[in-house]
Each structure stands twice: as structure tokens, then as C-alpha cells.
């Protein structure tokens, strides 16, 4: 009997979701470029319906027809090489996926190159991690629709399932699956980032303890904030490390990493003019953490305030903590779904923000009860520009904003770098205003480049010598 899928790339990701989707009865043929991961996974495991192959032509006949190939490389030009070696051994009709953290538009690249030459390929956005992908991911497919059809059995089968829903949902045409996680992850860096910047409110200017925070984000775990991000921190606030006894995260070198999604969401943003500006911040924060050597010295050499810690009402401002982190989450996914709608509209996509909304709750990282609110919002009205304009987050920002107002202030009266909570101040208070300086921008560009300027009394464009 042939293979029902083949899994081609036995990393982490791609050896979790082959396992995945033999625990979901596939029959499953395996395949890495290199034999030794190939005979890990065999080593390691043991399925009745798993079969390995070390040739590439035996790993496609293997397969039923339409032929089904999954793939897991590493993004870039091996997804291309890749690629150049299973075309010669396909028929027309047969489908490629590739689930990496590929670039969108090395996806739409790929998907119109091989709808030429007849074969069908998915960008497949997935997001969960090593876990997600063997218990159950958040997936982003991507491509010809009748083609999806043929693959949605299987991939909603090893998605994540909340209230029985799959978390898995046909995106639109071309890479947007890809394009769905790309900003899905510029996202989850401004969750993360606004997370620790309450942490470190708590911690510097309220004075709470590592434990303390802990309770205090274990507490807000059962709120409207609850979610996978603060669950995973108070965790990871409880832990000691064995050989110093110190709090686990006071021994971890403050220099963020990253594998470059940010920044792709940051640039679509500047390339599609969308001011993502909370995401960004996020982005640059981790840069800032980098320059660790020069922070320190930076430290010993530049002036700020001097404040003492601990000296205000705790319980207050713990409240005003949370309130202030709820409304920037606020601010960040608003930004975060603004994109996907400016993207669609430029595009063409046509995409279901409710139904990203709902895919996105489980299986993924930043999966969080707010996002049935966030769905809920664009059912109710699929064509409002932006989520603080709905009658639900437009409330919650009233409440909210002050609270946020006040965690900016006091952090930036005592010193305290509060990048993505300021963004999102700063975007609040820009969005709401109905009258900017851009005037006079724009008289600026005028007088030094005559690059003329709209009134607001006559229609047309004008040139003032200056």
C-alpha cells in the first residue's frame, strides 16, 4: 500500500511532525538529504506505518497519487534546491509544502514558477515550536485552493484543536500563509516585549521580588490575559537555577536572539506603509540588548534619575501594571491585524482576519483567550480598518489607556526603557488625534525639495516659494 504523505527534512520540526501525523493514522514516508537523521528517527522510534527511504526516487514512487510531499529545510536556498530535485520525479497535479519559516516572497515566487510546470505548491506558516508540531500546531496554508482541498484532511488532523475546531484554515492564494506567520511572529516578539516590560516595572521600580512576579503573573494568568506567553513566564519565574540558587532568569545573560521574522514584519510594514510601530520597537529592543559590553559601560558613564525602589502603593500599581500590559497588547495586535488587512487589500488576499484570529488560539505562540475577542470583533464588522475602532476594544482602550499613561510616566521619570509600552502610548495617542504636525512636515518638504502639499480648503496640489 503507498504512503499516504512523504516528510522530506528529519530536523526537530520536521522529525515532530512526521510523528504527528503517524499518531493521526497517516502512512508516513520519510526522507533526509543526509542518511544519519534518517536513521536517528528510525533508531528512536518505532511506527508500523513509518518507512524510511535513502533515495529520492524510491521516496516519490512510494507515495499515492496526487503525490504529497512535505518539507522541512532550512529557509532560503535550500527550499530552492530542494524543490530543483523533486520536480524531474513529479507528475502534474502533485503537491509540495514547504512548513519552514520560509520568505512570502519566496513563496509567491515558488507557487507561480511550479503552477507553470503544473505541480501545486502550499506555503504551509507553522507555528508552536518543536511541541506545537508534535502535538498539535497552529498551521497557515497558502495556494491553489483545490490543491489545499486535497491536503486539509491531513493538516487538520495535526493541527491544535480548541472547542473541536481545528486551528488550521485555508489563508488565501500565492505564500500569504507564510506571509499569516511572518506577522504572526512580529507579534509575538511585541507580546513577549511588553510582558517584560512589566516585569521589569515590578521589578525595579515596585521593588517585587522574582517570586513575587511570579504569583502576580500566575494571578493575571486567569484573566483577560491569560495566555500561552504569561503562562510560560510565570513558569519560567519559578525556576532556581541548581548551582547558585538564584532565580534561573537572573542568570541568564540579557542579549535577546532572533531568526529574522521580526524584522521581515518590520520591513513589510515601512514597505506597505503601516505603522507597526509597537512591533518595531520590539525589534529594536532586541538589538539594544545586544550591545550588552557597551550598555555596561554606557552604565557607569551617562546621567539618568536616581529612584529608589519599592517606595509607592504596591497593590495599585500592580493593577495599573496590568491594565497598562493589557492595552498594549491591545494597541500591538491591532497594529499586528492592520497589516494583514493592508497586505490584503494590496494583494488581492482577501483574508479571514476572524478566522486567523481563531486558528491562532491554539497550538501557536501567542495563543491567548483575547483572541476570541479579536475574532468576535471582525465577525461582527469584517470591514473596520482597525480593531480599537470596534465596539469591544474601543471600550476596553478608555478603560485602559490611562493606566498605560501612567506606567510610561513613572517608568520614564525613574529611567526605566519602556520601548513597547510607550509605543503603544505613542500610537494610541496618534491614532486617536485628529490633527498632527505632518502640515508642516510637509511645508518642510516644500521648501527644501518643492515637493508641493495638499490645503485644506482647496482641492489640488500647491508650491509656495518660500
Given at each position: 500500500?503507498?504512503?499516504?504523505?512523504?516528510?522530506?527534512?528529519?530536523?526537530?520540526?520536521?522529525?515532530?511532525?512526521?510523528?504527528?501525523?503517524?499518531?493521526?493514522?497517516?502512512?508516513?514516508?520519510?526522507?533526509?538529504?543526509?542518511?544519519?537523521?534518517?536513521?536517528?528517527?528510525?533508531?528512536?522510534?518505532?511506527?508500523?506505518?513509518?518507512?524510511?527511504?535513502?533515495?529520492?526516487?524510491?521516496?516519490?514512487?512510494?507515495?499515492?497519487?496526487?503525490?504529497?510531499?512535505?518539507?522541512?529545510?532550512?529557509?532560503?536556498?535550500?527550499?530552492?534546491?530542494?524543490?530543483?530535485?523533486?520536480?524531474?520525479?513529479?507528475?502534474?497535479?502533485?503537491?509540495?509544502?514547504?512548513?519552514?519559516?520560509?520568505?512570502?516572497?519566496?513563496?509567491?515566487?515558488?507557487?507561480?514558477?511550479?503552477?507553470?510546470?503544473?505541480?501545486?505548491?502550499?506555503?504551509?506558516?507553522?507555528?508552536?515550536?518543536?511541541?506545537?508540531?508534535?502535538?498539535?500546531?497552529?498551521?497557515?496554508?497558502?495556494?491553489?485552493?483545490?490543491?489545499?482541498?486535497?491536503?486539509?484532511?491531513?493538516?487538520?488532523?495535526?493541527?491544535?484543536?480548541?472547542?473541536?475546531?481545528?486551528?488550521?484554515?485555508?489563508?488565501?492564494?500565492?505564500?500569504?500563509?507564510?506571509?499569516?506567520?511572518?506577522?504572526?511572529?512580529?507579534?509575538?516578539?511585541?507580546?513577549?516585549?511588553?510582558?517584560?516590560?512589566a516585569y521589569l516595572f515590578l521589578r525595579k521600580i515596585l521593588g517585587l521580588t522574582v517570586q513575587e512576579i511570579a504569583t502576580?503573573?500566575?494571578?493575571?494568568?486567569?484573566?483577560?490575559?491569560?495566555?500561552?506567553?504569561?503562562?510560560?513566564?510565570?513558569?519560567?519565574?519559578?525556576?532556581?537555577?541548581?548551582?547558585?540558587?538564584?532565580?534561573?532568569?537572573?542568570?541568564?545573560?540579557?542579549?535577546?536572539?532572533?531568526?529574522?521574522?521580526?524584522?521581515?514584519?518590520?520591513?513589510?510594514?515601512?514597505?506597505?506603509?503601516?505603522?507597526?510601530?509597537?512591533?518595531?520597537?520590539?525589534?529594536?529592543?532586541?538589538?539594544?540588548?545586544?550591545?550588552?559590553?557597551?550598555?555596561?559601560?554606557?552604565?557607569?558613564?551617562?546621567?539618568?534619575?536616581?529612584?529608589?525602589?519599592?517606595?509607592?502603593?504596591?497593590?495599585?500599581?500592580?493593577?495599573?501594571?496590568?491594565?497598562?500590559?493589557?492595552?498594549?497588547?491591545?494597541?500591538?495586535?491591532?497594529?499586528?491585524?492592520?497589516?494583514?488587512?493592508?497586505?490584503?487589500?494590496?494583494?488581492?488576499?482577501?483574508?479571514?482576519?476572524?478566522?486567523?484570529?481563531?486558528?491562532?488560539?491554539?497550538?501557536?505562540?501567542?495563543?491567548?483567550?483575547?483572541?476570541?475577542?479579536?475574532?468576535?470583533?471582525?465577525?461582527?464588522?469584517?470591514?473596520?480598518?482597525?480593531?480599537?475602532?470596534?465596539?469591544?476594544?474601543?471600550?476596553?482602550?478608555?478603560?485602559?489607556?490611562?493606566?498605560?499613561?501612567?506606567?510610561?510616566?513613572?517608568?520614564?521619570?525613574?529611567?526605566?526603557?519602556?520601548?513597547?509600552?510607550?509605543?503603544?502610548?505613542?500610537?494610541?495617542?496618534?491614532?486617536?488625534?485628529?490633527?498632527?504636525?505632518?502640515?508642516?512636515?510637509?511645508?518642510?518638504?516644500?521648501?527644501?525639495?518643492?515637493?508641493?502639499?495638499?490645503?485644506?480648503?482647496?482641492?489640488?496640489?500647491?508650491?509656495?516659494?518660500?
Amino acid at each position: 500500500m503507498k504512503n499516504t504523505i512523504g516528510v522530506y527534512g528529519l530536523g526537530v520540526m520536521g522529525a515532530n511532525l512526521a510523528k504527528n501525523m503517524l499518531h493521526n493514522g497517516e502512512r508516513v514516508a520519510i526522507f533526509n538529504y543526509t542518511r544519519d537523521l534518517t536513521d536517528a528517527f528510525m533508531d528512536g522510534y518505532s511506527h508500523p506505518e513509518v518507512s524510511p527511504y535513502f533515495e529520492l526516487e524510491s521516496f516519490i514512487d512510494s507515495l499515492e497519487k496526487p503525490r504529497k510531499i512535505f518539507i522541512m529545510v532550512t529557509a532560503g536556498p535550500i527550499v530552492d534546491s530542494v524543490i530543483q530535485s523533486l520536480v524531474p520525479l513529479l507528475d502534474p497535479g502533485d503537491i509540495i509544502m514547504d512548513g519552514g519559516n520560509s520568505d512570502f516572497h519566496n513563496s509567491n515566487r515558488r507557487y507561480q514558477q511550479l503552477e507553470e510546470q503544473g505541480i501545486h505548491f502550499i506555503s504551509v506558516g507553522v507555528s508552536g515550536g518543536a511541541e506545537g508540531a508534535l502535538h498539535g500546531p497552529a498551521l497557515m496554508p497558502s495556494g491553489n485552493p483545490n490543491a489545499y482541498q486535497q491536503v486539509a484532511p491531513i493538516l487538520e488532523k495535526i493541527a491544535a484543536k480548541v472547542d473541536g475546531k481545528p486551528c488550521c484554515t485555508y489563508i488565501g492564494p500565492e505564500g500569504s500563509g507564510h506571509y499569516v506567520k511572518m506577522v504572526h511572529n512580529g507579534i509575538e516578539y511585541a507580546d513577549m516585549q511588553l510582558i517584560t516590560e512589566a516585569y521589569l516595572f515590578l521589578r525595579k521600580i515596585l521593588g517585587l521580588t522574582v517570586q513575587e512576579i511570579a504569583t502576580v503573573f500566575q494571578s493575571w494568568d486567569e484573566t483577560e490575559l491569560k495566555s500561552y506567553l504569561m503562562e510560560i513566564t510565570a513558569e519560567i519565574l519559578t525556576k532556581v537555577d541548581e548551582e547558585t540558587g538564584k532565580p534561573m532568569v537572573d542568570v541568564i545573560l540579557d542579549k535577546a536572539g532572533q531568526k529574522g521574522t521580526g524584522k521581515w514584519t518590520s520591513q513589510d510594514a515601512l514597505d506597505r506603509g503601516v505603522p507597526s510601530s509597537i512591533l518595531t520597537e520590539s525589534v529594536f529592543a532586541r538589538y539594544l540588548s545586544s550591545l550588552k559590553e557597551e550598555r555596561i559601560y554606557a552604565e557607569k558613564h551617562l546621567n539618568g534619575p536616581k529612584f529608589e525602589a519599592g517606595a509607592l502603593d504596591k497593590e495599585a500599581w500592580i493593577q495599573f501594571v496590568k491594565k497598562a500590559l493589557y492595552m498594549g497588547k491591545i494597541c500591538a495586535y491591532a497594529q499586528g491585524f492592520y497589516q494583514y488587512k493592508s497586505a490584503s487589500s494590496q494583494k488581492g488576499w482577501e483574508l479571514d482576519l476572524g478566522e486567523i484570529a481563531l486558528i491562532f488560539r491554539g497550538g501557536c505562540i501567542i495563543r491567548a483567550d483575547f483572541l476570541n475577542d479579536i475574532s468576535d470583533a471582525y465577525r461582527e464588522n469584517p470591514e473596520v480598518t482597525n480593531l480599537l475602532l470596534t465596539p469591544f476594544f474601543m471600550e476596553r482602550a478608555n478603560q485602559f489607556e490611562s493606566s498605560l499613561r501612567k506606567i510610561v510616566i513613572k517608568g520614564f521619570e525613574n529611567g526605566l526603557s519602556l520601548p513597547c509600552f510607550s509605543a503603544a502610548l505613542s500610537f494610541y495617542d496618534g491614532y486617536r488625534s485628529s490633527e498632527s504636525g505632518a502640515n508642516l512636515i510637509q511645508a518642510q518638504r516644500d521648501y527644501f525639495g518643492a515637493h508641493t502639499y495638499e490645503r485644506i480648503d482647496q482641492e489640488g496640489t500647491f508650491h509656495t516659494e518660500w
